[in-house]
């Protein structure tokens, strides 16, 4: 019991970061940095990298129907739900290498340090690497997570295509083919775990300006994209006098106001970005007849969007300096809340070394916010540079990550011990 509690003490820090140096060169930049598109020749090398690292383990290794690859270390009952630890191999086109490889790596620092006690456990261990979580290849991402937990069908998943017109079941039937010749067992159908932990980079610039090393993290804010488009009528800039315009950006700019003044009476938490705007004609001396924008908004809590959404809908069913607005939701991905329990657990195994550790609510989507719909799910955060991610300058300092594997270890230990 006492070994498995304290799990976190026996992760071996040097052999976890040369398992971070080996990832890092597969699919590597030069100078520095990574690219590891989903389902390239890289990212198969990477999955197969990971299935001989657990065999050294005593690992089985399996793979299902989207190519997401799985490593067990069998419980004395193997009948158990296993715990599932992991993240994604896969990268930006010009990445860096802590982005997803940490929290798979994490899971094989846990595998090895079960290994190296030979401590027993009742219930099985699994550590997982999502295929393409980035979506950079084949949009959209998380699809990996996302079918294994029932929140997208294959179909739609494998007739993706990427810029090249290469098919997303094509690129799987490779690494499929590949994970085959490499006697990894075929496992189709997805299963309940016991639960899921996940350690990411924040992405973000919070606990590097706490000087934390790494905090539980309680959910994943939700999005509302919308589309905009402002109808004006196009005139000679110089001949019509204001009474007699309807001018596009005007409208546009009246109502974007009226928007950012709606989102102003919410808590600091919001996140509202127009990110595209366009203008027709686009001319210099024509009033613009038409403005078409989009909107980016993002909370943590569910009934500020849905409150949100239905003042944003109200201002688009107004006429704005005699202009008249279509407002269309392009997509809405509902917050989810992690599992408080869960949470609570990593949260006190991150205390042991962080006293002063907040709990985070992502800005970012991670597969965990798929597989929160399946079973118990919560994340693990950890301080990367000045929060640059998704580009070769992605760093993390070494001690701050063995902090955080080693509060991972222990988050496991304690679920193990259960
Ligand atoms: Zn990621």
Known sequence: MNDLTSLGASVDGQRFWDDMLDQ?????????????LALDDNDNRARLWLVDRGRELGCEAYYDAMGNVFLRREGQDPSLAPLLIGSHLDSQPSAGSYD???????????????????????????????????????????SGSAWFAGQREAASILEAQDDDGSRFADALATCNEQLEAHQVHYRPEPFTPYAFLELHIEQGPVLESMGVPACAVKGIQGVNWYSVTVEGQANHAGTTPEHAR??????????????????AEHDEAVRFTIGKFALEPNATNTIPQQATFSIDLRHPSAA????????????????????????????????????????????SSVKRYAPHAPQLVSGAFHDAIHL??????????????AGISHHPDEHIEREDAEVAVRAMADTAGSLLAR
């Open 24 to 36: 890092a060169k597969i699919g590597a930049l030069s100078p520095r940095g990574l690219r590891r």
């Open 304 to 347: 500020v969007l849905a409150s949100l959404d239905e003042r944003f809908q109200r201002l688009g069913a107004e006429q704005w300096s005699g202009c008249s607005v279509e407002l269309t939701a392009s997509s809405r991905v509902a917050p989810v809340e992690f599992d408080s329990h869960l949470v609570e657990t990593l949260d």
């Open 100 to 142: 997803g490889t940490l929290g798979v790596l994490a899971g094989l620092a846990v595998l090895r340090a079960l290994h190296k006690g030979e401590i027993s456990h009742q219930r099985p261990v699994e550590v997982v690497s999502w295929t393409n979580e980035e979506g950079a290849r084949f949009a959209p991402g998380a």
């Open 372 to 385: 929160a719909h399946r079973c118990p799910t919560a994340m693990m955060f950890m301080p990367c540079r």
């Open 246 to 263: 309807r001018d596009a950006f005007t409208g546009a700019h009246a109502l974007i106001t009226a928007l950012r003044g709606a989102v």
